[in-house]
């Protein structure tokens, strides 16, 4: 994982720390957003290899981040968090980790989603 980007989508602020750091110790450049906005700014912004974004934000506000995701970086290999609240299940494109998690976890779950996306599983 060393020198991938890592967008951290996470609204809760002590998780967003921990999941940077996480990233941080296995060699990623992670950019932490705590917000739909934000996390759209940084999509627009710049280049990601991976999200790891808060599944409650996926859908939020009629799906914009989602819609967002899949305009400006439909290659990124996606990690959702937290409980699907959705009706539905989410997208095999997706990755579901549910909360709470090990480090561990999170390391399994974004390697096996940037495997995924750079074997065109997408």
């Known amino acids: 994982m060393r020198d991938q980007r890592v967008l951290v989508a996470e609204t809760d602020r002590e998780v967003r720390e921990v999941l940077a750091e996480v990233l941080e110790s296995l060699g990623a450049k992670p950019h932490v957003a705590p917000n739909v906005d934000e996390a759209i700014l940084a999509l627009r912004a710049l280049q990601?290899?991976?999200?790891?974004?808060?599944?409650?934000?996926?859908?939020?506000?009629?799906?914009?981040?989602?819609?967002?995701?899949?305009?400006?970086?439909?290659?990124?290999?996606?990690?959702?968090?937290?409980p699907w609240e959705d009706s539905t299940e989410p997208s095999a494109r997706l990755t579901l980790l549910e909360k709470p998690f090990s480090p561990a976890k999170l390391t399994d779950a974004l390697s096996?989603?940037?495997?995924?996306?750079?074997?065109?599983?997408?």
Do not use: I, K, M, Y
């Not at 991976?50 to 305009?71: F, T």
């Not at 096996?112 to 997408?122: I, K, M, N, T």
């Open 48 to 82: 990601f290899d991976a999200l790891v974004l808060e599944a409650g934000l996926w859908n939020a506000r009629e799906a914009q981040l989602a819609s967002a995701v899949r305009q400006l970086q439909p290659n990124a290999a996606v990690v959702l968090t937290g």
């Open 112 to 122: 096996a989603a940037l495997s995924a996306s750079q074997v065109g599983v997408r």
